[in-house]
Structure formats: C-alpha cells, structure tokens
C-alpha cells in the first residue's frame, strides 16, 4: 500500500490534518489504535480559540459547531471572595471563545473524513515507523505495510512517534507539577454563563460547562489522586467548598456522568521533526490544563504542516517543511509560559511559604485591577494570531471547494 501522507493517531491532530489535507488535494491514510467509540466518546477539553474555530469552520466542519458551540467572551478570576470578569469583549475587542467539547470536534472530523471517502483504520494496534530517517519512510501494522512520502506522528504524548525517534536527535523540556485535575461531567444546568476559574485555601477549581444542560468541573487534587477516594458527594462537597465562595452564588448540583484524574504536565520535545516524520499536537508537546490550549496547539501544527507539505508538493521547495519545528515552536513556547502562568497563578503549592502566598495575591490583584495585565491574559487566552493565515480557497482544488461550500 501507498499513501502521500501515513498519520498516526486519530485525535483532533491527526483527524484535522487528514482533511485539511485532502482540501489540498494530498492523500493521506489514518491509523488509530482506539475504536471509533472510544476516541468519540472521550471526555477532554472544550475550549476552542477563535482562530481554531475558524480553521474548522473554513475547512467545512464548523457546521454544528456554530450551532452548538457556547460562545464567551469572558471568563471570571474568584478569589478573597469576589469575582472578577476578564471581559475579552473590552480588553480584545472582537474575540472570543467557543466552548465546545473536543470528543464532538472529532466525532464531526470522523464523519467529514468518512463523507470525503477518506481512509480512517481504527483499532489497528501495533504500527511502527520505519526508516524514517531515509526519503522511504513507511509504516507498518498487522503484517502489512504503508509506503509513505512523509509520516505525521499526531498520536498523543504515549504515542510510537516520538519514541521511534532516536534519542540522541530530540531535546526535552519538562516540569511536573505536584497536583492533577479531578475532572467531572455531570448531568445539571451550568450554575454561571460563564467559565469560573477559583483559587481558594483548599486548592483550585474551575467551572465549566457543555450545553444548557451538561456542566463541567476541575477541581485540584494532589498528583496520583485515586479517583476511588472520590466518591460523587465528596466531589461536590468540594466543589461547593471552593466555588460558593461570593455572596448569592449557588452550585447546581445533578448527576455525575464521568470523572477521571487527568495528570498535569508541561512538556516539549525539539525540534519537531526527524527526518520525514513530522510530530504534531501532544505527540510533541503537552500543557497544563489551565490555559486550555491543547487542542488550540494541536490544531495551529498541523494547520502549519498542511502549508509545508501542501508547498512542497506544489513546488517541491522543502523550505517550509524546513520551517516547521521552528514556526510551530515559537506558538507551542508562548502557550507553555503562558499555560504554566495562568497554572502558578490559580493553584496552591503545598511549598509556597507565606511570602510566595502574598506574591500570589499580588499578581491575582493585579491581573484583575490593570487593563494591560488583564490584555495580556486576555489575548493569550482567545488565542494570538496565527503566522500565516489559511491559504484563500481559490487556491484550493475544486474537490475542496466542493466540501468547503
Ligand atoms: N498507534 C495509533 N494510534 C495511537 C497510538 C499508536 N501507537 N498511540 C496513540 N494513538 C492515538 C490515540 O489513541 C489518540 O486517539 O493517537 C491519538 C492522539 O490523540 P490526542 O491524544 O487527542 O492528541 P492530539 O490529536 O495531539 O490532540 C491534541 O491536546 O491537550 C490535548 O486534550 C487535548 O487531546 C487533545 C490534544
Ligand atoms: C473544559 O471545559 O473542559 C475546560 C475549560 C477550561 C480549561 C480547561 C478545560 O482551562
């Protein structure tokens, strides 16, 4: 078997690229390990840059996210006992954030791939990336083997990609943090318009939401929580602890539908790429949650990578597959200071000492009192703009204008 491009994974990055790709009239062919069941049904992140909802919308899957999708243009600091909105409609005039949930991002890439006649393999268990380092990269699973021009590692952070590159070749950036998420999606009315980000003495928790009818929450736990320690009325007498802390506000409390332990990691490996195997999304870096832009990430790479491979295919001028790990790190960086930020400000460090507590009142005070402390969240937030923006349509093969319109 033959394809131009072998993509690893079929997470947002995987998925996206595929049919950003097939818009370029470029051949691709997923592997995904999981059954389709499973990534559709898994619970992530759900908010979506502007700039991301534009890139799925402009590659025509953006129609039931524009339906559905809960648009904000502010989100709320709670702290010493007050809220404070970051009112992204003053601070960024005209940006905004779609909330809406990563699991229904795929599941509308999945149905757009399968309708293009696109090739999507689930449960294919055991590829590997072989010589990726010479110009016949190809892959192989199940005893069968795919014959690439190029190989897109989009596998997530336990993914083969990464770890097929020799170790000598990747430099690594790390830093763990002493806490996770305690994530919980639960069968009641969002208690707030908006997403509530709360520090208080007992650890962070965060508000969210899915739809009129379907909240989101995080709470801080410490690193390797058992989930089994959390039984549904310890999770909501904690949340109520840490979000009932302003006058008239009342948590809504409902069903829990799911709840896991989500790890919180930063991490980067440099550069990007090894040979012909190109990594994207958390295959080549992972945030903390707090920020909330790892699908925003994830979607910038290959929004990117389509451009390169689209240019060489076109030209064949390697210069913008040259530039990929560069142009993607300098988005991937700003979103690591600005994730680990946003996370040093919100959660409580079992080693901070009164003075680091009063430095972190400081910065919360000012975050919330200074227009151009509150920009700075603010735009980082809605997402800074992309390098280059989409090619214009008219560049694309009718093929793709087809799917576009
Ligand atoms: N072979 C095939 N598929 C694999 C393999 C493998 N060896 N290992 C992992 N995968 C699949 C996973 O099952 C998953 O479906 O690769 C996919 C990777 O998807 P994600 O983990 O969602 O990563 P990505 O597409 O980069 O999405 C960006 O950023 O912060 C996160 O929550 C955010 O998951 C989102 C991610
Ligand atoms: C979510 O709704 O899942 C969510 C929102 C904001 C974050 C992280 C996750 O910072």
Known sequence: MRTQVGIIGAGPAGLLLSHLLHLRGIDSVVLERRSRDHVERRVRAGVLEQGTVETLVAAGVGDRLT???????????????????????????????????????????????????????????????????????????????????????????????????????????????????????????????????????????????????????????????????????????????????????????????????????????????????????DAAHIVPPTGAKGLNLAVADVRVLTEALAHWYATGSADLLDAYSETCLKRVWRAQHFSWWMTTLLHTFETDDAYARRLQMSHLDYVTSSEAAAVTLAENYVGLPYERDLPDPAQTTPQAREVIE
């Open 67 to 281: 339906r559905e999708g809960l648009v904000h243009r502010g989100i709320e600091l709670r702290y010493g006992g007050a809220g404070h909105r970051v009112a992204f409609e003053r601070l960024v005039p005209g940006r905004a954030i779609t909330v809406y949930g990563q699991q229904e991002v795929v599941k509308d890439l999945i149905a757009a791939r399968l309708a293009a006649g696109g090739d999507v393999r689930f449960e294919v268990g055991d590829v590997a990336v072989n010589d990726a380092g010479t110009d016949r990269p190809h892959l192989t699973f199940g005893g069968e083997r795919l014959d690439c021009d190029v190989i897109a590692g989009c596998d997530g952070f336990h993914g083969v990609s990464r770890a097929s590159i020799p170790g000598d070749a990747l430099t690594v950036y790390e830093r763990e943090y002493p806490f996770a998420w305690l994530g919980v999606l639960a069968r009641v009315e969002p208690s707030a318009e908006e997403l509530i980000y709360a520090w208080t003495e007992r650890g962070f928790a965060l508000h969210s939401m899915r739809s009129p009818e379907i909240s989101r929450f995080y709470l801080q736990v410490p690193a390797g929580e058992d989930i089994a320690d959390w039984p549904d009325e310890r999770i909501w007498a904690e949340l109520r602890a840490r979000l009932e802390t302003v006058p008239g506000f009342t948590l809504a409390t409902g069903e829990i539908v799911e709840k896991g332990v989500t790890p919180m990691r930063s991490f980067v490996a440099e550069p990007m790429r090894y040979g012909r195997l190109f990594l994207a999304g």
